[in-house]
């Protein structure tokens, strides 16, 4: 079979709000794609689950609807490339496939006391040394050291040399493979606390202080390169699996972001800023993360991150938990159909504060309500917060660079949103620019596995391919209007920080 056989490339992209495939041409256009919501479970307040059956359920089901609707075989897909959300990890049985409880997902707290031991014993700063990464609940570490305190209490027979452990690309690269590769790439174990940024390896020492079994552990490969091949009972064709990356990482190998300052943001159920710094591994002075942004056989590509745990999170708690929208685009019209919010501030802090606060305890929070205040109100108050934590890690890395944030770039579901971006690049006095392709995170394991395999051969060539859908100019003055709300807004996060108990 010549190359030319192959016709496209499928990414994978298993977000948190959902489950996604979407096959590119060689042009790099979206020929098709399909996509699932996945359930969340909320069983105590602060704590996230997802059913780890349930992901790679929907993941056969994206894939299966992509090829059908499209009327494309499996034979003539070049690579897969996989990106996912990012810390939410699982346990399971190797024998028998099973995992051993739900997936705790990147924004659940419950180790929030766990952490708070290890900060007392003075362990945040090596742990930081080591990682790159600020001491958190965020991160995997502690989620799989609660993952194996329960197995061994709950599920006492469990032999523990069959249970392997993993965040979600290893779970599915494992399902894809038919059990045959337990594996993970630098970008994703760069989140999991328990990986050496520098040597680029499971750290002993840390492995024994969450008093994690090393041969639990996948093994870390290079970004781009070979993960195996798909299962032959699976599709009828056995694809390889060529590049794996976390989510915001792909994103920004979307975006072309591939060399020192330049930098994206994504707004999904979270927001995450990431500035990429080369070759060298950069440390923050500003409470910004040091993590992978990709590695390829001969070079390791390093990033500074912000993270910004629920911004999208927020427009879906408006519509599940308060149920005062019935979609999200609705906030748009909402928000813009209102002067200003009438006073009202929103602190965005549903599972505490990430960037720059890293506050655990930390609360969700409306100030300044009257009895005026209406619905579209707090909608236009959710949205705006939103931009002002993006504004608040935008100055971070401002003072920690020695260059200043230009243009933003952004991706993800809630940039589809005119009035959040409008404001955005009011707030900052930049342009924000938002792409064709919303879907920067699919896009960029597409392009990661393609490149990988050889079906495109100039990563420059590929990106310069990307259309602009929109650049939202800063209004004259908008800035100076909007500082001092900025400043009420943050006394507002003064006050919901350090809330729970
Ligand atoms: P993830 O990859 O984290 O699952 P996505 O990039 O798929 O996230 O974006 C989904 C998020 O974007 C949801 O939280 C949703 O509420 C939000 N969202 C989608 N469309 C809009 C919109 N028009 N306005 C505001 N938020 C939106």
């Known amino acids: 079979m010549t190359n030319n056989t192959y016709k496209y490339v499928l990414a994978i992209d298993l977000g948190t709000t959902g489950n996604r495939a979407i096959l590119f041409d060689r042009s790099g256009n979206i020929v098709g794609q399909a996509y699932k919501e996945l359930t969340q479970y909320y069983p105590q307040p602060g704590w996230l689950e997802h059913d780890a059956r349930e992901i790679w359920q929907d993941t056969r089901t994206v894939i299966e609807l992509v090829l059908q609707n499209t009327k494309i075989s499996a034979r003539e897909i070049a690579a897969i490339g996989l990106t996912v959300q990012r810390e939410t990890c699982l346990l399971w049985d190797k024998t028998t496939g099973e995992p051993l409880h739900k997936a705790i997902v990147w924004q659940d707290r419950r180790t929030a006391s766990m952490c708070r031991d290890l900060a007392a014993k003075g362990k945040d700063k090596e742990i930081q040394e080591i990682t790159g990464l600020i001491l958190d609940p965020y991160f995997s570490a502690t989620k799989l050291t609660w993952l194996l305190n329960w197995v061994k209490q709950e599920r006492p027979a469990i032999d ?18 038919g059990g045959q590769v337990h594996a993970t790439d630098h ?41 195996g091949k798909t299962d032959p009972q699976l599709l009828d064709a056995e694809i390889p699996i060529t590049a794996i990356f976390g989510d915001q990482q792909s994103a920004l190998f979307a975006h072309g972001c ?3 300052g330049l930098l994206k943001c994504t707004y999904g159920t979270g927001s995450f800023l990431i500035v990429q710094t080369g070759l060298n591994l950069t440390r923050s002075s500003q409470k910004l993360l040091s993590t992978v942004a990709w590695t390829q056989p001969d070079s390791t590509n390093y990033a500074l991150e912000g993270a910004i745990f629920t911004t999208g999170a927020s427009i879906q708690w408006l519509r599940d938990g308060l149920k005062i929208i019935a979609s999200a685009p609705e906030t748009e019209d909402l928000a813009s159909s209102v002067e200003d919010t009438n006073g009202v501030y929103f602190v965005p802090a549903l599972s505490g504060l990430g960037a720059p606060h890293w506050d655990t305890n930390a609360r969700g929070a409306f100030l300044g309500l009257t009895g005026g205040v209406k619905r579209e109100h707090a909608v236009r108050a959710v949205l705006e917060a939103i931009a002002y934590r993006v504004k608040e890690v935008v100055e971070a890395a401002n003072r920690d660079s020695d260059f200043s944030v230009a243009r933003l770039k952004v991706d993800g579901g809630a940039s589809q949103n005119n009035f959040l971006m409008q404001f955005q690049a009011d707030a900052l006095g930049i342009p924000v620019e938002r792409p064709a392709i919303l879907d920067a995170t699919a896009q960029g394991a597409a392009f990661g596995a393609g490149l990988a395999v050889g079906f495109w051969d100039d990563y420059g060539a590929l990106i310069s391919t990307r259309k602009i859908d929109r650049v939202f100019e800063p209004a004259k003055g908008g800035r100076d209007r909007i500082e001092d709300s900025y400043r009420i807004w943050q006394k507002a996060v003064e006050r919901a920080k350090n809330w729970s108990e």
């Open 258 to 260: 591939d060399r020192p």
């Open 160 to 177: 523990l040399d069959n249970v392997i452990a993993g965040t979600i690309d290893s779970w599915i690269l494992w399902n894809l493979t």
């Open 187 to 227: 970008s994703n174990a760069s989140r999991t606390m328990l990986m050496n940024l520098a040597t680029l390896e499971w750290d002993r020492r840390l492995l024994d202080l969450f008093a994690i079994p090393t041969q639990m552990m996948p093994e870390i490969k290079h970004s781009m390169g070979s993960f």
